[in-house]
């Protein structure tokens, strides 16, 4: 089966960097993404890393290691806005793309 | 109209009521999934058609019953319903296709916000 672990919450300070970690198991792995929910709103896609490395969307950049399976989410000039939760979900295979979200990050972003 | 539509937002609905909810894509997708999100717990794939055939069934409850008629209309019948299904129901879509030729995120609509009484 799958499983992916990631804090519960976190907190920082608005204009500050925070990192939001999450560890994988997983079977038949093609990639690692990340979506963004506010309260009461829908899951939306961040990014995607299907290889090692670092990828930067403006202020959002993500990580993978697929020998360490981990990856991070890493958010800079931290926002009020960006106070949300955040899910790691592994891409892998069955047949059709199929997707496996962790429990999930509480950012809270404070003045 | 946004991408991916759902209805009703919120339902109350009592133990022995029958109830629909739907799913709408305006995105030109060929994949359609009902995700359960529960306080605390990670998001549960329950069901998922892709070209309008259904390729996964996660050992949901017989209680619950996807209908897709199309590419973009998806329907989840509850029927006999428990006070632990109460929950979120999000619905999402994708562009179903080989993992090694690329990502399709999913997109997400704001889903149905279920209580069982």
């Known amino acids: 089966g799958q499983s992916l672990e990631q804090p519960s919450e976190v907190t920082a300070v608005e204009g500050a960097i925070v990192q939001i970690n999450c560890t994988y198991q997983?079977?038949?792995?093609?990639?690692l993404s990340w979506y963004q929910q506010h309260d009461g709103g829908a899951p939306t896609f961040l990014s995607y890393?299907?290889?090692?490395g670092l990828e930067e969307t403006g202020r959002f950049s993500s990580f993978l290691s697929r020998s360490d399976s981990y990856g991070y989410l890493l958010l800079q000039e931290l926002q009020m806005k960006d106070s949300a939760s955040y899910f790691c979900?592994?891409?892998?295979?069955?047949?059709?793309?199929?997707?496996?979200f962790g429990t999930g990050t509480k950012l809270q972003v404070i003045p | 109209e946004t991408g991916v539509t759902q209805t009703p937002r919120h339902l109350v609905m009592g133990m022995t009521n029958k109830k629909s909810l739907k799913c709408e894509q305006h995105?030109?997708?060929?994949?359609m999934y009902w995700y359960k999100q529960s306080a605390k717990k990670p998001l549960e794939l329950m069901f998922v058609?892709?070209?309008?055939?259904?390729?996964e069934n996660n050992s949901v409850p017989s209680r619950f019953s996807p209908e897709c008629p199309n590419s973009s209309h998806l329907f989840l019948h509850l029927h006999t319903l428990q006070p632990e299904d109460s929950a979120l129901y999000l619905c999402?879509?994708?562009?179903?296709?080989?993992?090694?030729?690329?990502?399709?995120?999913?997109?997400f609509g704001n889903g149905t916000r279920l209580t069982v009484t």
């Open positions: 999402a879509s994708s562009q179903d296709r080989n993992p090694n030729r690329g990502n399709s995120p999913l997109h």
């Open positions: 997983t079977s038949g792995f093609y990639g």
């Open positions: 890393n299907a290889l090692d």
């Open positions: 979900a592994v891409v892998h295979s069955g047949g059709y793309q199929k997707v496996t």
């Open positions: 995105l030109g997708h060929n994949a």
């Open positions: 058609y892709s070209l309008e055939e259904r390729v």
